[in-house]
């Protein structure tokens, strides 16, 4: 029997072949006493080994944690929602600037003016003045209307005529009037001297009446439908320069409303600046001079 299993089996302290005790008790100090203390201790709350000192991992994710919703929405639901958001602004701006922009579209209309009052009417996005327009529209044409019958050293048939037809441009649309004039003679100058009569009777009724009250437009080309006024000039079988005027209210009458026919005296100018002067102040009163004349190569004017 050796030393060592000797000492172990009689009680007696180990020692070794020289004489020196074995140590088979704890740790000699202390501190290292109380780690190995809870060492164990955590050894018999059931870790194992080096497991005793590691913390408890979570593989995966419990039921109960795995069916609660996320905290934040998914990538297509916060677009929907920017888009949801961004529409109702849209909708919200629409609807608040649509009566901010009507009241400064009317504020903006010059009250005297045809043209601007046809104007706002014809805005889409505008409706709350449409009937203040509507009415100052009419009377201003009222207006004009009396101006020019009180006017002198008129026709007064040809002149209440012309006014009969003005009275019907006070609406919202523009006030076209369909212009025609023939020559009747057999001048081969006769289709230039009527295309030009055309143009200074077109210049000379707006200016008078007012270009923002009555704008001339070229004769229908369909066979059916005629022009609001109509004039046609000629020599009589005796040789005097004759012209006939005619009023229409719609391009669908054939037959006029009102037709007057008229023989000049001696004539001292071309047959359609005659006529021109002659219907002029029959009409209106005045027969207003002729524009100039345009300038040579102004491709501009």
Not at 16 to 23: E, P, T, V, Y
Not at 99 to 120: I, T
Not at 237 to 251: C, D, H, M, N, S
């Amino acid at each position: 029997m050796n030393s060592t299993s000797w000492g172990a089996s009689s009680g007696l302290p180990a020692r070794r072949c020289d004489g020196s005790l074995i140590n088979t008790g704890p740790p000699e100090f202390p501190g290292k006493a109380a780690k190995s203390r809870r060492k164990v201790g955590k050894i018999l709350a059931g870790a194992i080994g080096k497991d005793a000192t590691r913390p408890a991992r979570r593989i995966g994710k419990p039921a109960w944690l795995a069916d609660r919703p996320r905290g934040k929405p998914s990538a297509i639901l916060r677009y929907l929602l920017i888009l949801a958001v961004g529409g109702l602004v849209y909708v919200g701006f629409t609807f608040t600037n649509k009566p901010l922009h009507d009241e400064g579209a009317f504020a903006a209309v010059n009250q005297n003016s045809p043209a601007e009052l046809r104007h706002y009417l014809a805005d889409p996005h505008t409706s709350a003045h449409h009937d203040e327009a509507k009415k100052k529209l009419a009377d201003l044409y009222a207006a004009k209307r009396k101006e020019l019958g009180n006017r002198v050293n008129t026709d007064a048939e040809i002149r209440d005529a012309f006014l009969t037809l003005f009275a019907t441009l006070d609406g919202p649309e523009p006030p076209a009037v369909s212009i025609a004039v023939a020559d009747k003679s057999d001048n081969p100058n006769g289709g230039s001297w009527a295309s030009a009569l055309r143009t200074r009777l077109a210049d000379g009724i707006g200016t008078e009446a007012g270009k923002e009250y009555i704008v001339f437009v070229q004769k229908p080309d369909d066979p059916g439908r005629w022009p609001l006024i109509d004039l046609n000039y000629g020599p009589d079988p005796a040789g005097k320069l004759v012209w006939t005027l005619a009023f229409r209210q719609t391009p669908t009458d054939e037959q006029p409303y009102a037709s007057f026919t008229r023989v000049l005296g001696e004539v001292n100018a071309t047959p359609s600046e005659a006529v021109y002067t002659d219907v002029m102040k029959k009409l209106l009163g005045n027969a207003p001079a002729a524009p100039p004349p345009l300038p040579a190569n102004d491709d501009d004017w």
